[in-house]
């Protein structure tokens, strides 16, 4: 007899140019633990949102039954009231805050006068904190301790809400081996309470080892809903219907000029976070781009593709870098950007609305940002001439505009892209880095990107291509190399790579994280 | 639809203009004396001066500095110490100058390099330059005599033997001289952007620029004429702003500014160097408000302790009236000019009319508030649409 104790039945969430969830649907059951599993982009998130309330009732059709009943939330309180918490992989704690101010954030606890009240807040949240696990005093302040235990908190801070249904987004993707066996046991001894937990993960070992059933989210859609009571799945199981999207996707085609001198190079790459300068974010990478290649980076979020291309792009990202990094077989010390960019390094940041373009200005002004020089004469800018570059890069990326005077926060999110391709390309780099560089566009516009990429190559010049599709690296690369956790982790020809391959040299990498069984 | 966007882009000219006239109304026409026309830009010389380099402290993302009163105060107070010991005036600007240029260092190397908050390293400054430049008076009034030091900065253009108080028709010929350059040269130069292809307004509409500038330059010609012909002060100011208006508008650094306000991240993924951009922002301003030191201080004659209090929120207000945004990227110099003197024809039109002090501040906040007001709405209303 089962009893379902959530059902989402048909729900579809679209945004401009995108279908996030395609008439997706997803049954748990009372108290087991669900994960949640796909690729970045699947839709994993966006679905937890329509469940807490952060995705408004209304903004997505389809029905949540929660308890057997159809529930219209219209933010987190509301979810929060049937009993809905969601702890998400970004935490959302005020480091300068106590433990306890932070459990009751918004739902303080107050005396009859109105006024907090100190004793209660302190008493349930050390009462909360034990279940978890916790020894500190629930005074110490956020920052003081370390991330796994702030996640610990979160987790408190739910069921201190007198939560029924628990929702942890990526609760291990930062904490190491021991803290995460320590977090899936105590889900396991939820369960045992009757709390039932959806767990969103990418480590499969950890799925197979706490997980009772699978749901499988790819593109938007639910793919199937696997079994798992006996804890024996098979990773390569999971895996197979994470990534069994056909390649209906077309690339347009290009000649496979690729020449033997080396255009960009690294050894033993390493980077460390440059805030918690003890946190390695590149693992002593080494790889190489040649003349006329495309070469892919493919990896989950957070495997340090983005800190890979930033910190060769003269420094832009880290602390104590080491390593060697190499321009045309010469070895160099970039100072800054404005010296990578000097050596023709271009990168086309994933970001493109924080840390690509001025939003408020003209797509003209955009375009010639990198490299003013060109277009200016003693230091006094050329504007006719400035203007006139930037109506040939307009057309020639086919960017949909009424004019060049347009400021590029007026435009869609592939016609930024391209602006923001026309501003790397006007820089005339022979290495240019593209960060995730069709995320957010529609079909179209991906296609019109593929073929300046093409273009790009057949210049002669090498394109380094991180994206988190599989599907576009294995249809545009001549190379992949897959990383994660800072390393280097597989390297692939584009003509062998499969999907498959390429997602378990990522995933069986992870196998210093917990042990299944 | 045309006269929206007429309205919307020329709204604080349309006010100044409102403004003026009703002032003139309401003064009887006292307000366009010769003698206080030649007064306006004279007696907020300081703000125009200041607001030049206010505005590239808010360009680079709303930032101010609230040091340049006080810098101000110790720029005069140390020349007309030296010119009191003795001193050239030559000394006496060099070393004020020198001082700026040092506070201008100071500050922008610790905003820019160091990340002190600009907000706080100029409001320390406020207090820091205010405490020196008492120390340098010990406290007291020192006067302004030296003939030399005056003369470079407030006496008027007057030719022996044709000009003499209240006919100084050398005043309208170079007004007229000015009026015909300016009329060859934007002609000339909308002929050479057409021919580049470049699109380019019509040719009526940039006649009737022209007429309007030049109106504009002959009637102020007139009252100074009418007067004691041009102040040296006003090639002070013209040049400040001319200069500041290049650099903002044409030039690759003044380009930066506007880059820093509007993305300082995407701005330093293009290879170029906030921290400089701030440096210069700063170290510019401390140049300018030392620069205003010397004039106010010739202007008024003397130099006393408290000395440019509160002008830093008139340079502001001015940047923040003139359309600057308070979030940075976007403001010009000649909207700010247009700020500053609206500020201008405000204060002296109260003045005439003999309202006192306590109302001006009324009228100035309130107008600034207004201004910002309807800048943000306007603003927010496309945005949306």
Known sequence: MSDTILEMKNIVKEYPGVKALNNVTFKVERGEIHALVGENGAGKSTLMNVLSGTIPYGEYTGDVIFNGNVCQFHNIKDSEKVGIAVVHQELALIPELTIAENMFMGNERRTKFGTIDWNRTYGEAQAAMKRVGLKESSQVLIKDIGTGKQQLVEIAKALAKDCKLLVLDEPTSSLNEEDSKMLLDMLLDFKKEGITSIIITHKLNEVAYCADQITVLRDGQTIETMQNEDHTIDENRIIKGMVGRELTDRYPDREHKIGKEVMLSCKDWTVYHPVYTEKCVVDHASFEVHKGEVVGFSGLQGAGRTELAMSLFGKSYGSHITGQEFIGGKEVHLKNEADAIEHGLAYATEDRKTNGLILDETIARNTTLARMDKISHKDIVNVPEENKQAEIYVKAMHTKTPSIQQHAGNLSGGNQQKVLLAKWMFAEPDVLILDEPTRGIDVGAKYEIYQIINEMVSQGKAVVMISSELPELLGMCDRIYAMNEGRIVGEFNGKDATQEKIMSAILSSDNKTVKAG | ?385
């Open chain 2, 1 to 385: 639809m045309k006269g929206k966007d007429f309205v919307k882009k020329y709204t604080m000219v349309l006010a100044l203009i409102l403004v003026f006239v009703l002032f003139t109304i309401l003064t009887g026409g006292r307000l366009i004396m010769a003698q206080n026309i030649s007064n306006l830009l004279l007696q907020n010389a300081y703000v125009l001066v200041m607001a030049c380099g206010m505005l590239l402290c808010i360009l680079t993302g709303g930032n101010v500095d609230l040091s340049v009163g006080s810098t101000l105060c110790l720029s005069a107070a140390a020349a007309a110490k030296l010119m009191e010991g003795g001193s050239s005036p030559a000394t006496a600007v060099f070393v004020s100058l020198l001082i700026s240029a040092v506070i201008g260092i100071w500050q922008g190397w610790l905003i820019g390099y160091i990340h002190i908050p600009p907000f706080i390293c100029t409001l320390a400054g406020m207090f820091l330059f205010r405490g020196l430049a008492r120390v340098i008076l010990d406290s007291k009034t020192i006067a302004v005599m030296n003939p030399g030091f005056l003369k470079l900065f407030t006496s008027y253009i007057q030719i022996p033997g044709v000009d003499s108080l209240g006919n100084c028709p050398s005043a309208m010929v170079i007004g007229i001289i000015i009026a015909v350059c300016l009329t060859i040269f934007m002609i000339a130069n909308r002929a050479k952007k057409a021919k580049q292809g470049y699109q380019v307004a019509s040719f009526a509409s940039t006649l009737i620029r022209v007429i309007i500038f030049d109106a504009l330059i002959i009637a102020y010609a007139s009252r100074l004429m009418g007067y004691k012909g041009i102040p040296v002060m006003v090639i002070w100011i013209l040049a400040i702003v001319l200069i500041f208006g290049f650099i903002t508008s044409k030039t690759v650094f003044g380009r930066y500014f506007y880059a820093v306000g509007g993305n300082e991240k995407a701005t330093k993924l293009s290879g170029i160097d906030p921290r400089k951009v701030y440096f210069w922002a700063y170290f510019l301003m401390s140049l300018l408000a030392g620069l205003s030191g010397l004039l106010v201080g010739a202007r008024i004659g003397s130099v006393d302790g408290n000395m440019g209090n509160s002008y830093e929120m008139d340079a502001i207000a001015s940047c923040f009236i003139g359309g600057a945004s308070a979030y940075g990227g976007s403001g010009k110099i000649s909207g700010v000019m247009v700020g500053a003197i609206l500020l201008g024809v405000i204060n002296m039109g109260m003045s005439i009319l003999g309202l006192p002090d306590q109302y001006q501040y009324v009228v100035k906040g309130a107008v600034l508030l207004a201004a910002v007001i309807f800048d943000v709405v306007t603003n927010h209303k496309t945005g949306k649409s």
